[in-house]
């Protein structure tokens, strides 16, 4: 995936203009206007058209970098359950930290959410070892949860008084993980 920090910072930094880039990336599909509009919105952070990998060893290519310095991978745990803000808590925990120390830390942390936390952030490291990233320069620069309402199968009922019956609610969550190099 297109990281648009690192694209918006090469960019400034080297000088090229986004014209320049653009007629590097036209393809059958994608003419010259269509991919300055694209490229401008990868640099806001919007994946409107989604990038695909051929537009991302054009931009490298333009920029006179490798692929893997513009690069994020990212990884998610749908449905996971756990509710949104248990799961926050231990997602606070490893932002911002390398790869292997968040790893480390995931598995002595005795929290529900780790568990999945620690599949969505190897899944992550994998997918970037898979694009031959240095997987010893790899940190968390995002992770986060997201509601994904409540958990299916966990509809039922407590008694009360008076003939009332009050919902035990269980919450699900989306839980999302990303890793560059520094």
């Not at 997602?91 to 480390?104: C, F, S």
Request: charged letters at 30%; one cysteine or more; a positive charge.
């Amino acid at each position: 995936m297109l990281s648009a920090k690192k694209l918006d910072n090469l960019i400034k930094s080297t000088g090229i203009n986004v014209v320049e880039i653009a007629e590097k990336m036209v393809r059958p599909g994608l003419d010259k206007k269509q991919a300055q509009s694209a490229l401008k919105n990868w640099r806001k952070g919007l994946v409107r058209p989604i990038p695909r990998t051929a537009d991302i060893e054009a931009i490298a290519g333009a920029l006179g970098v490798e692929v893997v310095k513009i690069s994020e991978w990212s990884s998610s745990v749908m449905y996971a359950p756990s509710s949104p803000r248990k799961a926050g808590l231990v997602t606070q925990l490893i932002a911002g930290r390398d790869a292997q120390e968040a790893l480390d830390l995931l598995k002595f942390t005795h929290k529900r959410a780790a568990y999945f936390l620690e599949k969505a952030l190897k899944s992550a490291v994998a997918s970037a070892d898979e694009a031959a990233a240095d997987v010893e320069n790899l940190y968390v620069c995002e992770s986060r949860v997201d509601g994904a309402g409540l958990r299916l199968g966990t509809k039922r009922f407590r008694p009360k008084d008076r003939g009332k019956a009050y919902r035990i609610r269980k919450m699900a969550s989306h839980i999302h993980v990303t890793v560059t190099e520094r």
